[in-house]
């Protein structure tokens, strides 16, 4: 044989590729976590099969640490062993072996809330405030958190509505929202609608303020013109080709 026959046929024993190798049940722990339960699938001894396993489950929590109490993690760890032997381990495991079926069951369906609202400006928070409110007995408490409400009320309705609402309309909603139990007493003030418009654009400007040092931010005082470093102002005819 010759050499190049020979340095072939040891690149073809020597070298394997993963798209020949079967695909890894669980890719973060590595084919190599794989390779040793292979190995531990090839033991005929319970007992050493058993020892195996608690090394391999040791090795998995170095390499991906798990999350949640230690009882929980270790429980994890056994569970995804159990995975990357097909659930054909037969060892002493300290917990119960997992059943394949139920991580194949698709998750039930979730509760999405599907009603819509008209006014939604108003946001589930403030909802939340008037069904609270009807529960209450009549009273100064019930009164006061009544004006809050309708403060409360005017505040989002201007945050999207960047105009001017009438005291009337807040009283309205208040009354539609709540089913007639809420109403808004006759002397009652409400916040004006500039303080409130006010307070909006405070937060809003302090939102999109530029932070010092980005693009955009504060100027550069050298911006006036170009400069070399010794600080005078760069002349055309230091470009002037000779």
């Known amino acids: 044989m010759s050499k190049m026959n020979l340095k072939e046929a040891d690149r073809s024993d020597t070298l394997t590729y993963n798209s020949n190798r079967p695909d890894l049940v669980i890719p973060e722990y590595g084919r190599g976590i794989h390779t040793m339960v292979e190995h531990m699938m090839s033991l005929t ?25 230690p009882e929980e993690g270790k429980h994890k760890l056994w569970n995804q062993l159990h995975q990357m032997s097909s659930y054909q381990m037969d060892v002493d495991s300290p917990f119960d072996t997992p059943i394949p079926a139920v991580r194949s069951e ?15 400006h108003f946001g589930r928070t403030v909802i939340a405030m008037i069904e609270m409110a009807k529960k209450m007995e009549d009273g100064e408490a019930k009164s006061i958190l009544i004006v809050k ?74 911006s006036g013109g170009n400069r070399n470093p010794a600080g005078n102002r760069s002349s055309s005819k230091n470009y002037r080709r000779r």
């Open 149 to 222: 409400l309708a403060n409360a009320m005017k505040m989002h309705f201007l945050t999207w509505n960047r105009k001017t609402v009438e005291r009337s309309f807040i009283a309205e909603q208040l009354k539609e929202k709540s089913g007639g139990e809420l109403i808004l007493p006759e002397d009652a003030v409400l916040e004006s609608s500039s303080e409130i418009l006010k307070s909006i654009r405070k937060t809003s400007d302090a939102l999109d303020r530029k932070r010092p040092g980005k693009k955009g931010g504060s100027s550069n005082k050298n």
């Open 45 to 69: 001894d319970k007992v050493e099969r058993t020892k195996c396993a608690e090394a391999i489950v040791s090795v998995m929590g170095s390499v991906v640490p798990p999350e949640g109490t």
């Open 106 to 120: 698709a998750p039930d369906r979730l509760n999405y809330p599907t009603e819509t609202s008209r006014a939604g």
